[in-house]
């Protein structure tokens, strides 16, 4: 079992641990153990039993300053002490109680350890020291004093053997040292080990085969401690996993002082290089519909990756894991890969649940709490999102009410997004967890690789209680959105002044550019196009004129509609046309259920005659002119589709003719249509007949006309 404590012995520098931008890192000498970390003059240890044995290859990344350094992942640089073979009071934390070094490998002793040994562990791991405890297949109990002292339930049974390079389970990305600098840890390869019992210290890693665990962590006071039951340090296993767990563990002993404040959120990754498969997990699964659509992120043109696309989505994952969103709808522990599968689904009347293009659909992190929380009653609800305008001191005020933001920020590949969680006081950086790349020292500064975006660069959420009624349409840029209240009030693109206006109460019009990719091994220009997020949070019921702006191509608007529960569906405008304009009806009764879409249109029932007379024939069919005009197409109309009558909803269609003629003089030829009298429900006292159809995209369409039934003399 592998303990790894990190204690510096009799030649610790007098210089405090905590006080340095250095990790101090020591351990049992190879007269204590037999996988020491270090030889006695401080140096990675070359084993006399050969180099498999040997702890060269952790030892050597851990001075390597890509890694730990002014310039590398975690900006600590690495300080090998000479090991000891016995750890006397105040060898590793003062009298003042300031650590004298930071981590300490324990590796696998025969020898019981001392009352003074297990007092000067104790408090130094409460202090803050790093410990990595390790056992070997036949040893450990040398170290349940210790853990006894700390309070923890852990002890060792039977040996289990499985061959050397075997693979532990996957362990949870939810540890300091499982997620951490260096990325997430998969699979850790092992060796012989006995089986860890305990019903403390958190559950790292099992052997599959086997089901019994072989690595367990617990954070105790203000430090932390690893045991395992496998020398999984040395070189014969030092490779992959195995290597970026205790890089991370070691990273955990860089403690550079500083003012900064500083939310705790989680950190999560898209991707890290060298992109395989491992950390983490899910940075080649397909991002989106990405194996069907032309993404701008997907740089390798086969598919778009999550490494490739998901820093948005990536994003939202940090901050609702933040606020206390654990679980998916269906149990399934929060991810970026979990929360890509719920995204990815499909409405009936299309359109991706949390997608439009590639590009994240915020509003959908509230409707994803909304209906977790339906069973997960304990989980917060997330509020529908905020955007604002990026500003230095507005950040720092989120931050410090407990409110992370995720920002637009441009780098080397583009637009990309990440949050801040932070801020120093003294220089005003901003501190962030960045989906695509190591967290230096556990996060890095926004401007060692980003500039923020300003305008609608902010999205901004927090717990809630409300309701989530919202109104939002997309479209793909070039074109844009104009969308006009019952008030007269606009959100939008203004053509007619070239303006971007938001006067709708609680409304925002933004445009996000699609992502860069990470990924990408030159430096790319950031995409100038993108998608248009036009949203209105807690409309009113009511009419809303929607006009499309489509400066080259017709693109699609996709319309989503949520009511107060969280519910949200979809309809999409495949085809808009900007010469006709769209009434979207919001109505809370429905608002989750269906989209309702309508086009303006107009008949002339009888036409060229001026006054509507209907005799009343049971043979004679009405003629009803459908009339074109610049903003309605007749030939979109489905005939097939078409009612008239009393209410409108009377199927009494005879035909359609096929030639279309300017009833009304105006230069627009229209469409004629003839309905059985007698299947019209219209009686003698009614003085308006209403047609209702499918025109286009599946909009509906109504319009009425005046009559006036006669019933000759003979007929009275």
């Known amino acids: 079992m592998c303990i790894y404590f990190i204690f510096s012995f009799f030649v610790v520098s007098p210089l405090l641990a905590q006080e340095s931008s250095t990790i101090k890192v020591t351990g049992y000498d190879f007269n204590r153990s037999s996988s020491a970390l270090l030889d006695f003059d401080g140096d990675p240890l070359v084993h006399p039993g050969g180099p498999n044995s040997s702890s060269t290859v952790l030892g050597n990344f851990l001075l390597n300053p890509s890694n730990f350094g002014q310039n590398g992942i975690v900006k600590c640089s690495v300080d090998l002490q000479n090991p000891t073979s016995y750890i006397e009071s105040g060898s590793l934390i003062n009298n003042s109680g300031n650590l004298l070094v930071d981590v300490f490998f324990a590796t696998d002793t025969i020898q019981d350890l001392s009352t003074e040994e297990i007092t000067e562990l104790t408090k130094f791991i409460n202090a803050g020291g790093i410990v990595y405890a390790h056992t070997v297949s036949i040893g450990g109990d040398q170290y349940v004093k210790l853990f006894e002292n700390l309070g923890l339930d852990i002890v060792f049974g039977e040996r289990q053997q499985e061959p050397t390079g075997s693979l532990s389970s996957d362990p949870d990305d939810t540890t300091p040292i499982t997620n951490g600098s260096f990325g997430i840890i998969g699979a850790l390869e092992h060796g012989p080990y006995r089986e860890i019992i305990s019903g403390d210290a958190k559950i790292i890693a099992y052997s599959p085969t086997l089901g019994t665990n072989l690595l367990v962590e617990s954070s105790i006071g203000n430090g932390y401690l690893a045991v395992a039951s496998s020398p999984l340090h040395v070189n014969i296993l030092a490779r992959n996993s195995n290597i970026r767990y205790f890089a991370n563990l070691v990273s955990l002993g860089c403690k550079e002082k500083s003012n900064s404040v500083v939310l705790d959120v989680p950190s999560f990754k898209q991707g890290l290089f060298p992109y395989d498969g491992e950390s983490p997990l899910w940075e080649n699964l397909i991002y989106d519909d990405g194996d069907n659509l032309d993404l701008w992120c997907d740089v390798n043109g086969d598919y778009a990756s999550m490494a490739e696309c998901a820093c948005a989505l990536t994003s939202a ?33 299309g359109g991706f649940h949390g997608f439009v293009n590639g590009n994240f659909r915020w509003d959908y992190v509230g409707n994803f709490s909304a209906v977790a929380n339906d069973s997960f009653p304990t989980q917060p609800k997330i509020e529908q999102p905020v955007r604002e305008d990026f500003n230095v001191e507005r950040v720092k005020e989120l931050i410090d009410e407990g409110k992370p933001i995720i920002l637009k920020v441009l780098g080397k590949w583009g637009t990309h997004w990440i949050v801040v969680k932070g801020y120093d006081p003294d220089t005003n950086r901003l501190i962030i967890n960045d989906p695509a790349l190591p967290d230096s020292s556990g996060y890095s500064y926004l401007d060692e690789n980003y500039t923020p975006y300003g305008t609608g660069s902010m999205v901004i959420y927090e717990t809630t209680n409300s309701d989530y009624r919202y109104l939002q349409l997309a479209t793909l840029s070039p074109s844009q959105l104009l969308v006009i209240d019952g008030q007269g009030n606009k959100t939008g693109y203004d053509a007619g002044t070239g303006q971007m206006l938001t006067e709708i109460p609680n409304s925002s019009y933004a445009l996000d550019e699609y992502y860069g990719s990470p990924t990408s091994e030159s430096e790319v220009a950031a995409a100038s196009e993108g998608v248009y997020f036009l949203t209105i949070k807690l409309p009113e019921d009511g009419e809303f004129n929607l006009q499309t702006v489509n400066q080259e191509v017709s693109d699609p608007v996709y319309i989503y509609s949520s009511n107060v529960e969280g519910n949200v569906v979809s309809k999409t405008l ?61 030939s979109k109309v489905n005939k097939d589709s078409l009612t008239f009558g009393k209410t409108g909803d009377e199927e009494s269609l005879l035909s359609c003719s096929k030639k279309l003629l300017d009833v009304n003089k105006d230069g627009n030829k229209d469409l004629i249509c003839y309905f059985w009298w007698s299947k019209t429900n219209i009686g003698v006292e009614d003085t308006l007949g209403i047609i209702k159809g499918v025109y286009g995209d599946d909009i509906a369409f109504e319009a009425s006309d005046t009559l006036h039934v006669f019933v000759p003399f003979w007929k009275r």
Request: charged share 20%; glycine share 6%.
């Open 317 to 349: 994952s940090m901050v609702m894991k933040y606020f206390g969103v654990e679980k998916s709808p269906g149990g399934q522990d929060l991810n970026p890969a979990i929360l890509n599968l719920y995204a990815e689904e499909v409405f009936p009347n």
């Open 574 to 634: 495949t085809t808009p046309d900007e010469e006709e304009a769209y009434n979207v009806i919001y109505r809370q009764e429905n608002a989750g259920e269906s989209v309702n879409l309508n086009i303006d249109a107009s008949i002339d029932i009888v036409p060229f005659l001026k006054s509507n007379i209907i005799i009343p024939q049971h043979y004679i069919p009405i003629p009803v002119a459908i009339l074109a005009d610049e903003g309605f197409d007749v």
